[in-house]
């Protein structure tokens, strides 16, 4: 198991910038597909960013651009910039971990072994 604590989120003005932190530390870190969700009131979990151990990251359709994943192998760290913030993306972001070295994509919740508390993104207008 790996255990996920993430950091960083807070209230912003839109247009405003944010990096999310989740620090991951037990299972080996490097072999791991990491990735982001969030979760709005009343909604689902949405697939927002993931990387791979060779940092291949994809995006969810909203991102647009606007925010760009990391990771930190040395630090178990991985990071979420989070850019042109817009009210739309105020939810609880997640971080999510899945034991798995390869380069097929996971978008699905359900597909992740390990989940972080979570970190309130609110964004004002």
């Known amino acids: 198991q790996v255990q996920l604590v993430e950091s960083g989120g807070g209230l912003v003005k839109t247009g405003g910038s944010l990096r999310l932190a989740c620090a991951a530390s037990g299972r080996i870190f490097s072999h791991n597909r990491m990735a982001w969700f969030r979760q709005a009131p009343g909604g689902e979990r949405e697939f927002v960013a993931s990387i791979s151990e060779f940092s291949t990251t994809s995006y969810g359709n909203f991102v647009k651009g606007r925010f760009t994943i990391s990771r930190a192998n040395g630090d178990n760290t991985v990071y979420l910039e989070m850019n042109n913030l817009e009210p739309e993306d105020t939810a609880i972001y997640y971080c999510?971990?899945?034991?798995?070295?390869?380069?097929?994509?996971?978008?699905?919740?359900?597909?992740?072994?390990?989940w972080g508390q979570g970190t309130q993104v609110t964004v004002s207008s």
């Open positions: 999510a971990t899945k034991y798995y070295s390869g380069a097929r994509l996971f978008t699905s919740a359900s597909q992740y072994d390990s």
